[in-house]
């Protein structure tokens, strides 16, 4: 496992995180029990993972708790909680400090290292730095939170607006971001600030949807192509990503994807999010097999670059 320095936090982190949200949930998501959760977070513990990230919107924090008993030296934990309801409802400051209450009961820990915004709007933004950054302020005071955090909604923002005043305003000690063969807006809207301002960066949905399944991706880029945002002749309708897959390249597309983002410029920490040991394990190695070839970088920044593919 290779470690790096977290931004300007200065913690020592994995360069591969566990990610306990999406659609697996540790697995829970398709049928897992939690005690089979706790297996997928002990192995990533066994495998040398030490950054863990988790949300009050997952229904994973408890989970996450109980796998990381008796772990928790060493270990950075991250975790979230919206500014606003289901129904836009912003949280008064008060009600924001029940949910770092709760997170930290959930998670059996007395200090959170990373806590984020999460899915913050650019419409909340001024509100959540006039009113919930003052609890976030007075909950490190206290020891109870170390760095904070924001992570975007990538349906809802995909040209990154939210984050990319994050990233040039400096407020945020760590952003999460999307980043993936058709999501790579992020390099040059929020990368550049996050780096001149020292600030981490957490990527999420690396290899979800159409990297692991060849219908969904031939499916995307059938209606890329009808939307005009693909050029029909660059790419094959059938194998748009082909030439990454194959000696001298990456094995599967979701590798070539990891490798991608693992790799990137600005990059600290790819999530994997997975319920299953043999998996978990796969992706790992996959990112430890270095950057993608300079030629394969090229073709996906030149006939890619330009796509905001985003999902959740």
């Not at 305003?169 to 809207?189: H, K, P, S, W």
């Not at 990297?211 to 192509?225: D, G, H, K, M, T």
Request: hydrophobic share 40%; charged share 25%; proline share 3%.
């Amino acid at each position: 496992m290779d470690y790096v320095t977290f931004g300007r936090t200065g913690m020592s982190v994995s360069s591969i995180g566990l990610g306990t949200g999406g659609a697996s949930r540790l697995g829970m998501g398709g049928g897992a029990d939690e005690r089979q959760a706790v297996e997928v977070i002990h192995r990533a513990l066994e495998l040398g993972i030490t950054y863990f990230d988790t949300a009050k919107g997952y229904g994973t924090e408890a989970v996450v708790g109980d796998g990381l008993r008796g772990s928790r030296e060493n270990i950075v934990l991250s975790t979230k909680a919206y500014a606003s309801r289901d129904d836009g409802t912003l949280l008064s400051a008060a009600q924001f400090r029940e949910e770092i209450e709760d997170s930290l009961r959930l998670l059996r820990t007395e200090m959170i290292d990373v806590y984020h915004l999460h899915r913050l709007a650019l419409s909340e933004y001024d509100y959540a730095i006039s009113e919930i950054f003052p609890v976030l302020e007075r909950c490190r005071e206290e020891g109870k939170i170390r760095f904070f955090g924001v992570s975007e909604s990538t349906s809802q923002d995909a040209d990154h607006a939210m984050l990319a005043r994050a990233a040039a305003e400096g407020d945020f000690d760590v952003i999460m971001t999307g980043f993936n063969l058709f999501n790579q807006g992020a390099r040059t809207r929020v990368f550049p600030d996050t780096i001149r301002n020292n600030i981490a960066v957490e990527i999420m949905g690396a290899a979800r949807g159409p990297y692991s399944n060849p219908e969904l991706l031939r499916a995307a880029v059938r209606q890329l192509i009808a939307d005009g945002k693909l050029v029909h002749d660059s790419v094959d309708p059938r194998d748009p990503l082909g030439f990454l897959v194959g000696p001298g390249h990456a094995a599967t597309l979701a590798e070539a994807s990891y490798r991608l983002a693992r790799y990137e410029p600005g990059v600290h920490v790819v999530l994997v999010g997975t319920g299953d040991v043999d998996h978990l394990e796969q992706n790992i190695l996959s990112m430890q097999r270095g950057p993608l070839p300079d030629d394969d970088l090229d073709l996906v920044r030149e006939r890619f670059g330009h796509l905001r593919v985003t999902r959740g």
